[in-house]
């Protein structure tokens, strides 16, 4: 008994451990990596100057073993042979196809170079509130069943990352840091720079980790080095440029001179969106909050805490070295913007007004890794219990074998920064008040336009910026104040606008600017915004029908890739268009949402659509994911809320034969010759032959004419419908016994030529 129970107990143990967010923060993850060779840390040296893989036996986290794993040391200044605690990159899926909760890299980060402990993890749980940023937390790490310390976890920005975060990961992908280290020899530096067209001006200051992409980074150094006032469209098509003013913004407030503000240009990712903008993306912030003090400018070494504490917030802006910085904010409204993001991170993460976010943030984090950094046995020297406490407060610490470098104490430093940074002008002067925010329609009908106001005051420039999903790029329009965009009377500070709603969530942000400063609302834009939710009008019964099945065509027509699918036939009954948005289909009353039809398909009023039912998604033409029994089932038409607007249950099917409304759109099933894409009502049967008999058609196949002549009967209507079931020609009022029809502008194949609605003859087109 006590077995089994220690068994389950350990299965519990696993189970509650796995359900666990890895980058959770306040939990800490247990790393064990097993090595069948004894001198693992020899071969993880001579293996980092080609940065190759070494394979472990195993790795187990947090109880999930994954056998035959790539793991390397990684790391820049904080690699180093004679460390026992060096970074490292453990790929679960070098040499096997597996993952943890869906991460196959993982990154741990050895502290180096931060005595309190906190400025990794803290730094990216800031960074988060304000653009797309890794997450980050605590690891102990175990090689061969010895303690190794405590590493920070961060995650990788890999390509599940940017999948994740913006769509895609196939696009031009960038590590903009020097592939071969940055130091102070280092001359081409990721700063941005248009160097010409040849991508061998790039390749020693930036790591391609997509197949292909220089092209695309050097359009990107090309725009950004024309960019002006006048210009501002080009730089904004090519670079999401809110994210990159988040990015410089908090790089600034915290201080955090490793990256591309600081003397090497470095540490961050780009990444190229579906929509065509280049997403940056910060990494490394072991030497935030001031550790790192060179920001590369002439006697820019900030060697004081005092100095880093008054550390200019527009650092770089008049040095045409940090394109990036000097071109956006010599433009003024990019300028303002900037100082709106500056702005929100102060009040928000460091001025007590925001409750001090920063130092209650960092005294969460202490607490929670507290133990396990007691127990750590390769804490660098620095890294002594009193230090770890005291660094987070106001003791500077400098680093012996941390190359000489001061981090400063990080309240100390914040708390001095905040008091220099809110006495400037810059953030002194008087912001734009928005309030009041309207929606003319709180759950808008998609596919009209919404009508939104806003009260501003103390503004000369609104806009309201909105997009369809997040994946998209935000399109901005400007409000108004004068009456005439729905804001009431002019001049009364109330701005109005409308914005198209096109799909279910449509995204939406207020930004107003007057001569100094701008603002945003909500004020974590473009990160953060509102949303609204569209209605779709839905349709009631009757109006749209299930017209026609086939639930067994063996040769009956075939669908666009030549195959004898199922299919059914909708008719629209109405007068009207019609949209089949948020529209799905089924063939089971008890799965009713099995296919979502493609957004944007309308049917006109009378007109018939084909649906075939072979799960041939991939296939030319709309395919729905069920397949009809010829024993008999159900074709049903829902909404997502449950509404069931068509519902035909049928029986057992004949072969090629048509399951039919007579009257054609509202009568009663009956099954008889198929009327594919077309009206169901038949002559009877007498005169179904009489017509059949008396009808000629010739030639067939042909060039381009083809007659059709029938001497006894009027030819009323004619309709020709490609293999793919779109109608190309009609023409509903004919009366004649002889017409001709014109196939010349048609590519060859075979084609169907319905006639009256009720006979069908196949033609060949040369």
């Not at 129970?5 to 359900?19: E, G, I, K, M, W």
């Not at 100057?49 to 195993?58: F, G, L, N």
């Not at 002067?429 to 998609?446: E, G, M, R, Y």
């Not at 329009?477 to 969530?505: C, E, K, L, R």
């Amino acid at each position: 008994m006590k077995t089994k129970l220690l068994v389950l107990l350990t299965l519990l143990s696993v189970f509650y451990s796995n359900a666990q967010t890895f980058y959770d923060l306040n939990t800490i993850q247990t790393i064990e990596i097993t090595f069948a060779q004894s001198n693992w840390d020899a071969l993880l040296d001579a293996a980092e100057a080609t940065d190759a893989y070494i394979e472990a036996q195993s790795v187990t986290i947090n109880g999930a073993t994954y056998n035959t794993v790539g793991v390397k040391y990684k790391g820049n200044s904080s690699y180093n042979a004679s460390n026992v605690k060096n970074p490292w990159h453990i790929e679960l899926d070098t040499y096997v196809d597996q993952n943890y909760q869906g991460y196959t890299d993982i990154k741990l980060s050895n502290v180096y170079f931060d005595p309190s402990f906190v400025r990794e993890a803290l730094g990216f749980k800031i960074l988060g509130n304000y653009m797309d940023a890794p997450k980050a937390n605590y690891a102990k790490v175990y090689v061969n069943g010895a303690l190794i310390g405590l590493y920070t976890n961060v995650e990788s920005i890999s390509k599940k990352f940017v999948e994740d975060r913006f769509g895609s990961k196939t696009n031009a992908f960038f590590d903009c840091s020097p592939p071969a280290g940055a130091g102070p020899a280092t001359t081409n530096l990721p700063n941005l720079a248009y160097l010409g067209t040849s991508s061998a001006s790039y390749t020693s200051a930036y790591d391609m980790k997509s197949l292909a992409g220089w092209d695309d980074l050097i359009a990107l150094t090309s725009t950004l080095s024309t960019t002006t006032t006048t210009n501002t469209a080009n730089i904004e098509a090519i670079l999401d440029v809110d994210r990159a003013l988040w990015m410089l913004a908090f790089d600034n407030v915290f201080v955090n001179l490793d990256s591309y503000i600081g003397k090497f240009k470095q540490n961050y990712y780009l990444y190229k969106s579906n929509n065509g903008q280049f997403m940056p993306i910060v990494w490394d912030l072991n030497m935030s909050f001031g550790v790192f003090s060179d920001t590369g400018s002439l006697g820019g070494n900030l060697t004081t805490t005092t100095a880093k504490k008054n550390m200019s917030h527009t650092l770089h802006s008049a040095e045409t070295a940090w394109p990036l910085i000097n071109k956006l904010l010599a433009i003024p409204t990019y300028k303002k913007r900037y100082l709106a993001h500056y702005k929100t991170i102060l009040t928000e993460a460091v001025s007590a007004s925001g409750s001090d976010y920063y130092l209650t943030t960092a005294q969460a984090i202490q607490s929670t890794i507290s133990t396990s950094v007691a127990a750590d046995p390769n804490k660098f020297s620095y890294q002594t219990t009193a230090n770890v406490t005291n660094n987070l407060n106001s003791t500077d610490i400098s680093m012996t074998g941390g190359g000489g470098l001061t981090a400063p104490g990080i309240t100390g430093l914040m708390s001095g920064r905040n008091t220099y940074l809110s006495a400037l002008a810059d953030f002194t002067n008087t912001q734009p008040i928005i309030s009041n925010i309207v929606l003319a329609n709180n759950a808008p009908p998609i596919g009209t336009p919404l009508h939104v106001v806003a009260t501003v005051t103390n503004t000369n420039y609104v806009y309201l910026g909105y997009r369809a999903n997040k994946f998209e790029k935000f399109t901005k329009i400007q409000m108004y104040d004068d009456g005439a965009h729905n804001d009431g009377a002019s001049g009364d500070g109330v701005f109005g606008a409308s914005m198209p709603i096109t799909t279910v969530s449509t995204q939406y942000y207020f930004y107003a600017e007057n001569a100094n400063i701008g603002i945003f609302s909500p004020a974590r834009a473009e990160h953060e915004f509102y949303s609204v939710t569209g209605t779709y009008p839905t349709l009631t019964p009757g109006i749209l029908v299930v017209n026609e099945i086939m639930a067994q065509n063996t040769s009956t027509v075939t669908d666009p890739a030549g195959d004898f699918s199922d299919w059914f036939e909708l008719y629209n009954n109405s007068d009207n268009a019609i949209s089949l948005d948020n529209l799905y289909a089924s063939d089971s009353q008890t799965s009713l949402l099995k296919w979502a039809f493609p957004s944007g398909i309308t049917m006109q009023p009378h007109s018939y659509l084909i649906i075939w039912a072979d799960q041939d998604l991939t296939q030319e033409g709309y395919h729905a994911d069920f397949k009809f029994s010829s024993g008999g089932e159900n074709c049903i038409l829902s909404y997502p809320n449950g509404t069931i607007i068509e519902n035909v249950t049928f029986g057992v099917q004949t072969s090629d034969m048509g399951y039919a409304r007579i009257p054609n759109g509202s009568g009663n099933f009956v099954i008889q010759s198929p009327t594919f894409n077309a009206n169901n009502e038949s002559l009877s049967v007498s005169a179904f032959e009489d017509f059949n008999n008396n009808l000629k058609f010739y030639p067939n196949p042909t060039d381009n004419i083809l007659t059709l002549t029938n001497d006894e009967y009027s030819i009323e209507s004619i309709a020709i419908v490609n293999l793919q079931g779109q109608i190309l020609y009609k023409n509903n009022n004919l009366n004649l016994h002889s017409t001709t029809l014109d196939f010349s502008n048609y590519s060859n194949g075979m084609y169907l030529v319905h006639i009256n609605n009720q006979i069908s003859i196949k033609i060949i087109k040369n």
